[in-house]
């Protein structure tokens, strides 16, 4: 593979840290690096594409440990000395407004938000979405079916979630390539200086956007999650204008970047392991397990969020000064062998699978329930509809979407047989 030089390379020394995380070809497969990592070095200091010091937190139960230890604060403000915070690099400093969301406050404030936001993105909503999901899923398979081929990811496993998520809020659902492609911008500014440079636009025109949205619905409230976001108050406490712009910012982005990744990355699997794909297309009762384990095996987020020390924190031997920043990488613990037996084995009855794909603690991703009912109508009705799917394209060659945190296939070229007659529409409420 193209990828297998550059990694080999560090045998040498982890020390040389010749591993871009960002980049298309540590994507493609960034597990042994992080196996290295586990036995090697389980909290290991590098430099980021942002001349950054950073420090990777790699095995499962400390992996665990970070996500739900209050010692790592979400909010750099929290962790950093006056003097270190002076010292930010000038990238840090930009958009302040939009760092007022879930993912990057501490309690009391993440408290106070997450209390608003699962007053209005409760599982039940979501699981009320269940039909409209089921109906596009075939809408978008009706219109690839006579093709014989297409790219999976972008005439199926986006057009999904972003469809979904932009219905949810409210957002035209003609608008949904665009912010896709801001999206995609922002999310992937940290894999080098330009696409720092290339971001700082696509998250100015996103802001725009998201605060045009807000004052359409203060004008004209509609049956829609912004809206909902606008009226909702808990203990007579609402969202501020800053945190509006940034919980619907984190919705779009999150409530279909993740979703695409793990079809993506699961259709993927199941094609490279033939045993799988016909275990699950014969039994689709399965495909519960299935997402979990693609989920795990994948990991369609690699690294969690950043987190900031407040103090010297001592994790695996190695002391994380004041103020360092923290990744704990999911996809490292999600193939821990001290956590799961045969971790490198897609096993799509894997039982227990207690991988960290949403994290832990008070930052488990809010939109769970979501991504999972996408991901198993997605799977289960694209392996009846088009049981005879083969990639058009070597595994090698498939191109892999730049960022830190995120680990996606960009495209995913396959074709197929006809229908199969006589296979009936699958309930999937039962599966």
Avoid at 127 to 155: A, C, S
Avoid at 158 to 187: K, Q
Avoid at 300 to 320: C, K, L, N, Q, Y
Wanted: some cysteine; charged content about 25%.
């Amino acid at each position: 593979m193209r990828w297998f030089p550059r990694i080999s390379n560090i045998r040498r020394s982890l020390a040389d840290e010749p591993a871009n995380l960002a980049s298309p070809e540590f994507k493609a497969n960034p597990f042994p690096f992080y196996a290295r990592l586990r036995d090697e070095a389980p909290v290991h200091r590098m430099t980021l594409a942002t001349k950054e010091s950073a420090w990777l937190v790699t095995r499962y139960d400390d992996v665990a440990m970070v996500l739900k230890d209050e010692r790592f604060a979400k909010d750099i403000a929290n962790a950093m000395t006056p003097e270190q915070l002076r010292r930010l690099p000038w990238f840090r400093k930009l958009f302040p407004s939009l760092r007022r969301n879930l993912v990057n406050l501490d309690p009391p404030d993440h408290t106070r938000l997450r209390a608003l936001a699962q007053k209005v993105f409760t599982p039940r909503l979501m699981e009320q979405r269940r039909v409209r999901v089921e109906r596009l899923t075939e809408e978008l398979l009706d219109r690839v079916e006579r093709r014989g081929t297409m790219d999976l990811v972008r005439d199926y496993a986006l057009p999904l979630p972003t469809t979904i998520i932009a219905e949810i809020l409210g957002v035209p659902v003609e608008d949904r390539n665009r912010f896709h492609r801001w999206s995609n911008a922002v999310l992937s500014a940290g894999a080098s200086p330009g696409r720092l440079w290339k971001g700082i636009p696509n998250a100015w025109a996103l802001t725009r956007y998201i605060r045009t949205s807000l004052e359409t619905r203060r004008a004209q409230p509609r049956d829609d999650l912004i809206s909902a976001f606008i009226q909702v108050e808990e203990g007579g406490a609402v969202l501020s204008e800053s945190e509006l712009v940034a919980m619907v910012l984190l919705l779009l982005v999150a409530g279909h970047e993740t979703t695409v990744n793990l079809i993506g990355n699961g259709m993927l699997a199941l094609l490279e392991h033939p045993e799988q794909f016909e275990k699950l297309r014969n039994d689709p009762s399965l495909i519960k397990p299935a997402v979990e384990e693609f989920l795990r095996y994948t990991s369609p987020v690699e690294i969690a969020p950043e987190r900031f020390a407040r103090e010297d924190v001592s994790v695996a031997g190695v002391t994380i000064p004041r103020g360092g920043l923290v990744f704990a990488v999911i996809a490292s613990a999600n193939r821990d062998a001290r956590q799961f037996s045969e971790p490198d084995t897609l096993d799509i009855t894997r039982d227990p699978n207690r991988h960290l794909s949403f994290g832990l603690g008070p930052h488990f991703c809010l939109g769970a329930p979501l991504a999972r009912l996408e991901a198993q109508i997605a799977i289960v009705t694209l392996l009846r509809r088009l049981p005879n799917l083969r990639l058009k394209l070597r595994p090698d060659r498939l191109p892999w979407r730049r960022g830190l945190l995120l680990r996606g296939i960009e495209s995913l070229p396959v074709s197929f047989g006809a229908r199969v007659k006589g296979h009936e529409p699958i309930n999937t409420a039962a599966c």
